[in-house]
Nanobody
Framework: VQLQAFGEGLVQPGGYRRLSCVVS????????MSWYRQAPGKEREWVAR???????DYAESVKGRFTISRDIAKNTMYLQMNSLKPEDTAAYYC?????????WGQGTLVTVSS
């Protein structure tokens, strides 16, 4: 299983950006899929999660601004990010859990700056 994240770019404060995570490989029925982020000089932090049944969870720092979703037919997970703030600047990573196996995609950098 491989995960590949897309959506890198520069966004002005208050703007929006959508990240995508494409899943390739066999058996795509994951227990959960998540987005994490790592800002420069900081530890990686969890951002949002979507479970196999569709339930979602969000970190308090992004609740109400970010939306996680998935398109099973396209084997893709999304993170819609609205009302972006400079502190949202980070490399964003997608992650998937299947049984005891955790798979990570490469980071995609989002910079929020005027």
């Amino acid at each position: 299983v491989q995960l590949q994240a897309f959506g890198e770019g520069l966004v002005q404060p208050g703007g929006y950006r959508r990240l995508s995570c494409v899943v390739s490989g066999s058996n795509r029925n994951f227990k959960s899929m998540s987005w994490y982020r790592q800002a420069p000089g900081k530890e990686r932090e969890w951002v949002a999660r979507i479970y196999g049944g569709g339930t979602t969870d969000y970190a308090e720092s992004v609740k109400g601004r970010f939306t996680i979703s998935r398109d099973i037919a396209k084997n893709t997970m999304y993170l819609q990010m609205n009302s972006l703030k400079p502190e949202d600047t980070a490399a964003y990573y997608c992650m998937a859990v299947r049984g005891i196996i955790t798979s990570w995609g490469q980071g995609t950098l989002v910079t929020v700056s005027s």
